[in-house]
């Protein structure tokens, strides 16, 4: 039996790709996403006006800010458990005695839930643009392909830290619990939070700037706030700064390319961790 | 050298020693009934030769140090474990995914699952976890069966199987002449009649490790008396099949060659209740 590395990736994949729509995270996830963005739509919030949004503008704002607290919750939480689970239950024993690479396994696992992860925001947003095309509304294009860009970038960095925390973690209680950790985390450091809290009590502005930067959730939400409020009035002081240091395309290139770069860091690490411990 | 040579094989949780300088060598043709108690290392002993564990010490395959989870020594290797996995997709996919990535053949799938007792086509769509314990067990079996390799693992293989499909599984690993085998059970009985070489694990280490088929080339016979507390018809007559004597209906004298020890003995542990004598002389003291 010979079969090429692309062949074994894409059946690693198929099978991947079937699994993950048979599953109950990936129903609720999909479910969620679209289904917030129609919420939004029946409840008129193209037709409101606040700060100066309004239209497609204005819905596409509201669902970023909603999207940036549930999509890497999801993602990571949902990773996470997903090898520790195959573990524990005796899936992996199982699979990983045909003979599949164990790059071939981790790798189309990553690559196929990253197209699951992204398929029902994208999903949304097209919803969103045949919406505003009914009513009549201007389709932010640029806006609407960049935040699909932020959004995949955003995904790559949880569903590597998610694939991470999978292979460092004995158990799924672990494994959950370090995601949530994570998450609420990063989720504090944003500069609603803690980094205005930093700024007020006079921390060294390049510390904050360092942690706003460092942290993907912030440059997500910086990157997307500054498509539609260059000036970002809505943002706390932390984006400020970095506006003033970046630059508006410097900064977008900064949130495009560093939550990607994490996120395929963290799977590599999560890679070489699964490969050299105890797969069972 | 052997088709298997595992030298010196450790495998420490904790600094315990599960698996503890372990040696063996296993040859083509082989078919080994790995006994132990429960923590003796059997499975463990799987786990490293799969790859799915790191150890300490070498595993060679035809000679060749192969590296940990070897891709083209896994595609030599078919492994049932000893709990079925709760898989949620369908029989179907797996099916599929055994035959594209594992190479197993969608005829002979079909074939075994039939000799099995179980219509593929009729659980096809069913979620591998939703069957009962005997049908994962047969699937998992027809799927290691329908590949072309070398060696077959099988963790316990019959232990979720109906008496019926237990004979018959029993039947397809004796035709099965091309594979070499290594199966670990609890019950030496069950697996008595198929093997030719038996492998008694304790504490990470082989204690026993007794080639019967030498014995069985050499034309040796034991001689064997039985007593029975009462007489009994059943037992009567298969001893009778085995060539045993009696003249009274409970004391049976015969003869049986020494390489059918194991599946004699597997056939008079079930009437171990009526047996008052047994004795076994192989002639060697």
Request: hydrophobic letters at 50%.
């Amino acid at each position: 039996m010979t079969q090429s590395p692309r062949a074994r990736f894409g059946l690693m994949l198929r099978l991947e790709l079937q699994e993950s729509l048979r599953s109950r995270w990936f129903h609720f996830y999909a479910l969620v996403a679209v289904g917030l963005m129609v919420l939004l739509i029946f409840t008129g919030v193209s037709e409101s006006r606040v700060l100066g949004f309004t239209g497609l503008s204005r819905l596409l704002v509201t669902y970023i800010q909603i999207t940036m607290a549930v999509l890497p919750l999801f993602i990571i939480v949902a990773t996470a458990r997903s090898m520790v689970g195959d573990r524990e239950a005796g899936n992996l024993e199982y699979m990983l005695a045909f003979p599949v690479s164990l790059r071939t396994w981790f790798w189309g696992r990553f690559v196929a839930r990253l197209v699951l992860i992204l398929a029902p925001v994208l999903v949304a947003l097209a919803i969103a643009a045949v919406f505003g095309a009914i009513k009549g509304h201007e389709i932010p294009w640029r806006h609407v392909s960049l935040y699909s860009g932020l959004t995949a970038a955003l995904a790559t960095c949880f569903l590597g830290l998610g694939f991470l925390l999978s292979a460092v973690s004995r158990s799924t209680e672990v494994a959950l619990g370090a995601s949530l950790m994570i998450w609420l985390v990063l989720v504090a450091l944003l500069d609603l939070l803690l980094l205005s809290v930093l700024i007020k009590a006079q921390f060294v502005p390049e510390f904050v700037i360092g942690i706003a930067l460092a942290n993907p959730l912030q440059s997500f939400r910086t990157a997307s706030m500054i498509l539609f409020d260059p000036q970002l009035i809505l943002l706390g002081p932390a984006s400020y700064v970095i506006l003033d240091t970046f630059g508006e395309t410097g900064y977008v290139l900064w949130a495009l390319s560093y939550p990607t770069l994490l996120g395929l860091a963290f799977a590599g690490l999560g890679y070489w961790r699964f490969t050299k411990s105890d797969l069972v | 050298m052997g088709m298997i040579s595992i030298n010196g094989l450790s495998k420490r949780f904790e600094r315990r020693a599960v698996l503890d300088e372990l040696t063996l060598s296993i040859e083509a043709g082989d078919r080994i009934a790995l006994i132990g108690s429960n923590g003796a290392g059997k499975t463990t002993l799987f786990r490293c030769l799969l790859g799915h564990y790191r150890y300490q010490g070498a595993v060679e395959f035809d000679g060749a140090g192969a590296a940990r989870r070897d891709v083209g020594m896994l595609s030599r290797i078919a492994f049932v474990p000893q709990l079925p996995p709760p898989l949620r997709m369908p029989v179907g996919e797996l099916l599929s995914f055994a035959e594209k990535g594992a190479g197993a053949d969608r005829t002979r799938m079909t074939e075994i699952a039939e000799a099995m007792g179980i219509d593929l086509d009729e659980i096809r769509r069913q979620p591998f976890y939703r069957l009962s314990g005997g049908q994962k067990q047969k699937v998992l079996v027809t799927v290691a069966l329908a590949r072309d390799v070398d060696l077959m693992i099988f963790d316990e293989p019959a232990a979720n199987l109906d008496p019926a499909a237990r004979a018959v599984f029993i039947d397809l690993l004796a035709a099965r002449k091309s594979a070499s085998m290594l199966i670990a059970s609890h019950r030496l009985e069950e697996v008595a009649p198929l093997v030719n070489r038996v492998i008694e694990m304790d504490r990470g280490k082989v204690v026993l490790d007794d080639s019967v088929v030498d014995r069985l080339k050499a034309g040796v016979l034991s001689s064997c008396r039985i007593g029975l507390s009462e007489p009994h018809p059943t037992f009567a007559a298969a001893l009778t099949d085995w060539g045993f004597e009696t003249s009274n209906g409970t004391h049976f004298e015969g003869r049986i060659p020494a390489g059918d020890t194991l599946r004699f003995l597997g056939l008079i542990s079930r009437y171990a209740s009526l047996i008052d004598l047994l004795s076994l002389d192989t002639g060697k003291s």
